[in-house]
């Protein structure tokens, strides 16, 4: 099963990156532009186990409904969010939180697999592998200008 780690470093005290993590309404400030990132009805606030957030996308010319639900909540130190309905087989992202004396370590970890066997495994290998990357190049670039221009929750 394919994976992808992130880590990234933020000048910003533990309790203000995980409360702006908690927010799914910063999901779209931290989603490029080009997957047309929505949340679709009323995100569930305050964030827990258990809660379910809907949103669209557009991937290409398709428009995806994708559907997660929180399947650990450990603040503020870590929670999973798990694809309930999307275009993933798998998708499980955890996203951890650890304070240190340079601000908050962010660690992202996501274990994915697309549909359609040896057919997924070939359009991720050409395309989905480098577009995964992609995004979450981007969220580290907007996370980074967010919390240093101090316009974080």
Do not use: C, K
């Amino acid at each position: 099963m394919p994976t992808l780690d992130r880590t990234q470093t933020i000048a910003a005290p533990l309790d203000e990156v995980f409360a702006f993590f908690s927010d799914p309404g910063n999901l779209a400030r931290i989603t490029p532009p080009w997957l047309s990132f929505r949340i679709h009805g009323e995100a569930p606030l305050p964030l827990a186990e258990g809660s379910r957030i809907e949103y669209r996308i557009r991937w290409g010319w398709l428009r995806l409904g994708w559907v997660t639900r929180i399947t650990r909540w450990r603040p503020p130190h870590e929670f999973e969010d798990v694809q309930e309905r999307g275009p993933y087989r798998r998708w499980a992202h955890t996203h951890r939180f650890r304070a240190t004396e340079r601000g908050v370590v962010i660690e992202d970890h996501v274990d994915y697999a697309l549909p359609f066997g040896p057919l997924g495994r070939l359009v991720h290998a050409l395309r989905v592998r480098g577009q995964i990357e992609g995004i979450f190049d981007y969220r580290r670039e907007a996370i980074a200008r967010i919390f240093t221009a101090g316009t974080a929750p």
